[in-house]
């Protein structure tokens, strides 16, 4: 059996910058607008529906986006409507995690704020989880808003 030793330092490429302003295919676009209005109004399944149409053709990017809006729209949905915290906490902490890499004013949207107030809300249902409330107020789901 080979062992092998690597001295010195391992050098890792740095990951390219996302660009914020990259174009989106205009169907892509209608979609995440209409799944935007759905969202900002409660209806997360529908958002979840409009979202998921442009998420199956989008790639790169884009794509990470859409899965990430897509999974904290179901967990506000398993949340609120659901009210299953466990389902909420993995959804809403996997969308959170696509969303990371995305720079603020990513596909026009005001990305930072939102990631954090759904890290709030995730706070919220984690406690929930370990029994110290019973359920998060619906008014903790942050609107989508444009950058």
């Given amino acids: 059996m080979w062992s092998v030793s690597v001295t010195g330092?391992?050098?890792r490429a740095r990951p390219k910058p996302i660009d914020p302003a990259v174009p989106l295919r205009p169907e892509t676009a209608r979609a995440l607008e209409r799944g935007r209005i759905l969202y900002n109004a409660g209806r997360y399944f529908e958002a979840h529906e409009?979202?998921?149409?442009?998420?199956i053709v989008e790639d790169g990017e884009p794509r990470l986006l859409l899965q990430g809006l897509i999974q904290v729209a179901a967990g506000y949905l398993k949340a609120v409507a659901h009210r299953r915290p466990g389902g909420a906490a993995r959804l809403l902490a996997?969308?959170?995690g696509k969303l990371a890499p995305l720079p603020d004013g990513?596909?026009?949207l005001s990305l930072a704020s939102?990631?954090?107030?759904v890290g709030r809300s995730l706070?919220?249902?984690r406690r929930w989880i370990a029994g110290d409330r019973t359920g998060i107020d619906p008014s903790l789901a942050p609107p989508l808003?444009?950058?």
Avoid at 114 to 117: A, E, I, S, V
Wanted: charge should be neutral; glycine fraction near 8%.
């Fill in 9 to 11: 330092p391992v050098r």
């Fill in 94 to 96: 996997a969308g959170l």
């Fill in 106 to 108: 990513f596909a026009g």
């Fill in 145 to 147: 808003e444009r950058a």
């Fill in 114 to 117: 939102f990631r954090d107030r």
């Fill in 50 to 55: 409009a979202w998921e149409a442009a998420w």
């Fill in 123 to 125: 706070a919220e249902v």
